[in-house]
């Protein structure tokens, strides 16, 4: 199958992928140990069943197969060389997940009503002598509370998102300076 092949599954590939993972899970909680054989042979019979229904065609169904071994062999070798479970290992994928349904919602939803929030929000989680991205400040060194990255205005100016992580947070900086000598 050619790389423009890939792009083009059929609209059942999705439902089909999770059938097969589906089949695969089960078949794997009867074993006691999964190694990356049983892995193979449980996706082969998952392909198998996938194929006795006909919904795709053959190279379709392979590469799904295809695609599920290695995203399983993925989870294999994260868990063996973290220790850690399913849950981190989709931990960057709920993070996209729940940024995405966030976005979908927002856009749905009164913008002047999710600005107001917003605001409210910030004023109340505001501490003396934080700053917010968005708000005026005079020239000056800002630290980012989140990672400790330092932004220079050099003149009054809107503070911006952090550059480096994005947080929206700030303190001001100030050394002592000498007193001026009357």
């Known amino acids: 199958m050619t790389d423009p092949e890939r792009n083009h599954l059929s609209g059942q590939a999705l439902e089909a992928y999770d059938r097969m993972l589906e089949q695969v899970q089960q078949r794997l909680r009867t074993i006691q140990e999964t190694t990356l054989e049983t892995l193979e042979e449980e996706v082969d019979k998952a392909i198998e069943a996938e194929q006795e229904l006909e919904e795709m065609t053959r190279d379709e169904i392979s590469l799904l197969g295809t ?3 290695r995203d ?4 294999i070798h994260f868990v063996d060389e973290t220790g850690e479970g399913l849950a981190e290992w989709l931990q960057l994928d709920l993070s996209l997940l ?5 976005e979908r919602l927002l856009s749905v939803a009164d913008q002047t009503l999710v600005d107001t929030l917003a605001l409210r929000q910030k004023l109340e ?6 700053y917010i991205a968005g708000e005026v400040a005079t020239a000056g060194m800002f630290q980012c509370l989140n990672c400790e990255h330092m932004l220079c205005l050099t003149s009054t100016s809107h503070l911006k998102p952090c550059e480096a992580c994005g947080s929206q947070y700030y ?3 100030t050394s002592r300076w000498p007193k001026k000598e009357s």
Request: hydrophobic letters at 30%.
């Open 67 to 69: 695609y599920l071994q």
């Open 72 to 75: 399983l062999e993925h989870l």
């Open 98 to 102: 729940e940024h995405r349904l966030s």
């Open 125 to 130: 989680s505001h501490g003396a002598g934080q």
């Open 171 to 173: 303190k001001r900086v």
